[in-house]
């Protein structure tokens, strides 16, 4: 029997890019102790205050079928919520919640994508984009950045890419780079955007994790609103990964479809869920600067530790929990460093290439781990490092 060439197609014959990551956990696996810093996941789990107002939504009874779009609540605290943030008239008629910002991510391209349109986005890229957009049947073509940029994309470069195109996407602060781009980068965006009559579809969810700089939502800037999907999600902001909990802000028109389009696959997010959501946005910006804390911390750490040796360079570190090292000095890949690194000394890291050609030569390293171990692995890395380019 055939298999959809949608989805038989879906890696695009690439491999996944986790495969030190898969090595990492079949050694866990066999009982080797491996640190590991891989995935983006927070260290804590869920606070308990918002378990317990889960629980609670869920003993009161909110456990039928929940509102499709997400409930009146929930949607009117985030368009609020993205309102405070970027100044920009938003209503509960610009939000629709859905299981995550992957599904969000999924959302916003089958909203603005026929099959066979192309639909830009930038590499280093966060590993799911180019199988996300294919999965919308789009032709997903990638944006080379630059590490002599610090990866900031190059509106030129855009350009350059943007004839006949229907969308951009773009993330900042940036998985796996940790960069947060800056005004001019978002401006020329935008400017590419408008003359090339492109959608921009903006993932936002790491906008809480911003170490330097500021972080811009490119639906804020002039003309932008209308051509702007937004996708955001209570993942990484309140430690919630689990939960499922994300949304895409946008043109009522486009919400208004978007909720058919959720009727027809997702049938919307847990009730609980939504309200656990509504308690945890409530305890405001204090609560969300403590579930970042930990990476804004080790971040600092590992700028010590970085600073005392010259085999390992880091991106400019100001955003999201991961750090981008370049080892191109070990004259080796980021996919044979990783792999050494994990033979030699039992760390587990992403090399650059697991997501695309212009991180070559880089690893990139989660800030998920208590500081103690965190600053011993990154020593121990860095003291590789040196070894090897020695
Ligand atoms: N975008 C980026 C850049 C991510 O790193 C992630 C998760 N790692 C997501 C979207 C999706 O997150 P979630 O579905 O948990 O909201």
């Known amino acids: 029997m055939h298999i959809s060439n949608r989805i038989t197609g879906l890696l695009g014959g690439d491999g996944d890019g986790w495969e030190v990551f898969n090595r990492a956990r079949g050694m866990i696996a066999e009982g080797v102790a491996v640190t590991e810093l891989t995935i983006g996941e927070h260290d804590i789990r869920t606070a308990a205050p918002i378990l317990q107002d889960m629980h609670r939504a869920a003993m009161s009874g909110h456990t039928g079928y929940a509102s499709v779009p997400g409930t009146a609540q929930l949607r009117r605290v985030i368009a609020e919520r993205v309102m405070e943030r970027t100044g920009v008239p938003t209503t509960l008629d610009n939000v629709l919640i859905t299981p995550g910002g992957q599904s969000a991510l999924f959302a916003a391209h089958v909203a603005v994508c026929d099959p066979g349109d192309t639909a830009l986005y930038l590499d280093p890229y966060y590993a799911t984009y180019p199988g996300t957009l294919r999965g919308a049947s789009a032709v997903a073509k990638r944006i080379q950045t630059r590490a002599e940029d610090a990866f900031q994309p190059r509106a030129q ?28 980068t978002m401006d020329g965006i935008a400017e590419v955007c408008k003359a090339n009559d492109l959608w921009l579809i903006s993932d936002e969810v790491y906008d809480t994790q911003v170490w330097e700089g500021e972080h811009i939502s490119p639906r804020a800037l002039p003309d932008m609103a209308e051509r702007t999907l937004v996708v955001g999600s209570m993942s990484k902001s309140h430690a919630m990964t689990g939960s499922r909990c994300g949304w895409v802000v946008g043109p009522e028109a486009v919400i208004e479809h978007l909720i058919n389009l959720a009727t027809h696959t997702t049938y919307g997010v847990p009730g609980f869920i939504q309200d656990a959501a509504v308690f945890a946005l409530a305890q405001g ?6 579930i970042a804390a930990p990476f804004r911390r080790r971040r600092t750490l590992a700028q010590e ?71 011993d692995a990154l020593e121990t890395l860095c003291a590789f490092a040196e070894s090897l380019a020695a």
């Open 157 to 184: 470069d855009i350009a350059a890419a943007a004839k006949g195109a229907t969308c951009l996407l773009i993330n900042s602060p940036n998985n796996p780079t940790g960069v947060v781009y800056s005004r001019a």
């Open 285 to 290: 910006a204090p609560f969300e600067e403590e």
């Open 305 to 375: 530790v970085l600073a005392k040796q010259n085999a390992v360079a880091l991106v400019p570190a100001q955003g999201a929990m991961y750090l981008m090292l370049d080892v191109r000095s070990t004259g080796m890949s980021g996919e044979a460093f990783a792999n050494a690194l994990l033979d030699a000394h039992h760390i587990a890291v992403m090399p650059g290439e697991s997501f695309g050609t212009a991180a070559a030569g880089h690893i990139r390293v989660a800030m998920t781990i208590e500081d103690a171990a965190f600053r």
